[in-house]
């Protein structure tokens, strides 16, 4: 019944001085807001750039030859061979695909349109081990590429650039004078890497190394290890099994370079992480300022009610309730401005999405973690001025005007 009243008389002192409770709750409403709306587009952010990362394959292991540098010149040597690629299934646990890959830069002319393209020759399982999946028509087989067939698929991007609207399964495109027939356009991933497929033309290895660049070696070899696998081990397996092969002693540098997709993803999440507390940190500077103004209008306020302080004193309340009084008068400003500014948070967090192609993520856990530092800046800010009330001398309290 006590709580019930202090908390009546807290709630009234609150909407009496409406226009000075709603300024005080001002800085934590912005606070908050900021909070909430930040950890969202971190959060948010983080979320994308893992998507991109996991869709390029998260059991995926690239190896690549190492750079050497000669006459103050680095460089890598060409020493990825089909066999190599072949040794891997079965000379490595763990191995569920392999795809050898050569790349080189192109024109793709499809009558008079023509577009840059990154031209990728590699085998039917690159797609697999990448995620890359068809959207319109399919993918090259096995037997395509063993009789080496000039077939092509397209990425999205690239699809738009020389078709426009129009149909692009079944036409017929150049890459450096020679007519590849189109099987399929791949689903948009938006991948940032050097291969990525949006911006790709793919086709046959077999056609690519006899008939395109004229070469014998590779450039790289995509692993994709077994879901259950270690991946670390996989990777040892496979520096021994290359170290063997390309007959490197004891004591010699590797030749080879293996970049570990699943190494990439955790970095990638601790960057995150850390980009979004930073972001964050940032923003809750602006919930303390919004505590010392609630401290402010709190000192304020008890020096207009000195008086009546003085009277609730004389009429027999005690110091504990004239600080739960105020304590709780400080709760209520910074809990109510907490939710305000998580839901102005959600919406400016949300609104930018809507404007952009950024998604936002709210999370539920910054949402609580805002709510509680609110309540919390309350009780802390709050509390001198409380104390500072609980304490005041009734005498000389009643004797103020």
């Known amino acids: ?15 009496a001085n409406r226009m000075r409770s709603f300024l005080a709750m001002l800085g934590i409403i912005i606070g908050v807001a900021a909070v909430v709306s930040m950890l969202a587009l971190g959060a948010g952010a983080q979320q994308q750039v893992m998507q991109q990362v996991e869709d390029m394959g998260s059991n995926l292991l690239s190896i690549r030859p190492a750079r050497q540098r000669r006459g103050g010149v680095s460089s890598s040597r060409q020493n990825l061979t089909l066999a190599d690629a072949q040794a891997i299934v079965s000379g490595v646990a763990g191995v569920r695909e392999v795809a050898p890959v050569v790349r080189g830069n192109a024109q793709v002319k499809y009558f008079n349109e023509n577009a840059p393209a990154n031209v990728i ?16 028509g399919r993918l090259f087989t096995e037997g395509e590429v063993a009789r080496g067939v000039r077939v092509a698929v397209v990425g999205p991007d690239l699809a738009a650039s020389l078709f426009n609207e129009g149909e692009a399964v079944g036409e017929d495109i150049k890459i450096q004078g020679i007519t590849f027939t189109v099987l399929g356009v791949l689903t948009e991933k938006g991948d940032g890497d050097r291969d990525n497929p ?22 790289d070899i995509e692993v ?6 270690d991946m670390n081990a996989v990777e040892a397996g496979l520096y021994v099994l290359f170290r063997k092969r390309h007959g490197i002693v004891d004591g010699e540098d590797d030749d080879i370079r293996i970049f570990n997709q699943a190494e990439l993803i955790e970095a990638t999440s601790k960057v995150g992480s850390t980009f979004t507390m930073l972001l964050g940190g940032i923003a809750g500077i602006s919930l303390l300022v919004g505590g010392i103004g609630i401290m402010n209008i709190m000192l304020v306020t008890v020096s207009e009610r000195t008086r009546e ?20 008068e400080s709760m209520l400003i910074s809990g109510l401005g907490g939710i305000c500014g998580v839901a102005l948070g959600y919406g400016i ?15 539920i856990g910054s949402v609580i973690l805002s709510l509680t530092v609110s309540v919390s800046v309350g009780v802390f800010f709050g509390y001198s001025p409380a104390r500072r009330a609980a304490r005041l001398d009734p005498i000389i309290a009643l004797r103020s005007e």
Request: net charge positive.
């Open 198 to 219: 949006d911006e790709a033309v793919i086709v046959p290895y077999t056609v690519a190394m006899k008939r395109m660049f004229g070469e014998t070696r590779i450039n």
């Open 349 to 363: 967090a949300y609104g930018i999405g809507s404007v952009t192609e950024f998604t936002p993520l709210v999370r």
């Open 309 to 328: 302080i003085g009277i609730r004193k004389a009429v027999g309340a005690q110091q504990w309730h004239i600080l739960l009084q105020f304590l709780l």
């Open 121 to 136: 020759g590699t085998a039917v399982t690159y797609f697999s081990a990448r995620n890359n999946v068809v959207d319109v």
């Open 224 to 229: 994709c290890a077994q879901d259950d696998a």
């Open 1 to 15: 019944m006590l709580f019930r009243v202090i908390g009546k008389v807290a709630l009234g002192s609150l909407i």
